[in-house]
């Protein structure tokens, strides 16, 4: 009965290859993000999405591209990895109404490795 | 945008002393302010927020004083236990009625409880 999950938990790739990320929430919030932790703890927002909406869209390389099938699940795809994209990437949910429940729930994290 | 300033980046105390993890803020209009708890490994969780329209908040052994117009914001932490051992986040945000709200993360810091 995990709130937010992630799979997989572990990554580990070639330079060059695409992989994905899948993210499913089950506490019926509207609202879903993708963070990238880098090797130093850095917590830096990627992506939002509202209703399966893409709604922020922070300075990620177009090589990063989210998807969102249902307000459940956002999925993260990336192409053609590159070494600097190793990190630990989690993925939150939040309610959609903002003000009145503003609190993120964090997913257990995947840590990529890329060789 | 916004821009969270975090110390210290590392903090040891001894079982028992209390700890305290300080914060600032650039955007005036930012209104909520949570913090995280990470331990090794694990996802950040949320161990308590406070919005701008209040200076104190507790909760047992943890509190956070909000000073909105220096713009700082800090966690305290009182009897610590070897269990506070991890790293803490600060963030802000904007909060609005509708979608997502981005959280701005401080650099972390490092809490060790020594016994």
């Known amino acids: 009965d995990t709130a937010v999950s992630q799979t997989p938990k572990y990554l580990v790739t070639q330079m060059g290859n695409d992989k994905s990320i899948k993210c499913e929430q089950n506490?019926?919030?509207?609202?879903m993000y993708w963070y990238k932790q880098d090797s130093k703890k850095f917590l830096k927002i990627m992506f939002s999405?509202?209703?399966?909406?893409?709604?922020i869209n922070e300075t990620v390389p177009n090589r990063f591209s989210p998807k969102s099938p249902d307000k459940a699940h956002l999925n993260l795809h990336i192409n053609s990895l590159e070494l600097g994209d190793s990190a630990v990437y989690f993925c939150a949910s939040s309610s959609g109404r903002g003000v009145e429940k503003p609190e993120q729930f964090f997913g257990p994290g995947t840590r990529l490795t890329v060789l | 945008g916004e821009n969270v300033e975090q110390h210290p980046s590392t903090l040891s105390v001894q079982e028992g002393d209390s700890a305290v993890i300080k914060c600032t803020y650039s955007?005036?209009?930012?209104?909520?302010f949570p913090w995280y708890k990470q331990e090794l490994g694990k996802r950040p969780q949320l161990i308590i927020d406070?919005?701008?329209?209040?200076g104190e908040k507790k909760d047992q052994r943890i509190a956070v004083t909000l000073n909105k117009t220096a713009k700082h914001f800090s966690l305290h932490i009182t009897e610590t236990q070897p269990e506070d051992s991890a790293v803490y986040f600060c963030?802000?945000?904007?909060?609005?009625?509708?979608?997502?709200?981005?959280?701005?993360f401080g650099s972390g810091t490092q809490l060790t409880v020594l016994p």
């Open positions: 406070i919005r701008s329209n209040v």
């Open positions: 955007d005036s209009a930012s209104n909520y």
């Open positions: 999405y509202n209703n399966k909406e893409l709604i």
């Open positions: 963030a802000a945000s904007r909060l609005s009625s509708g979608s997502a709200r981005q959280l701005t």
């Open positions: 506490l019926g919030h509207d609202t």
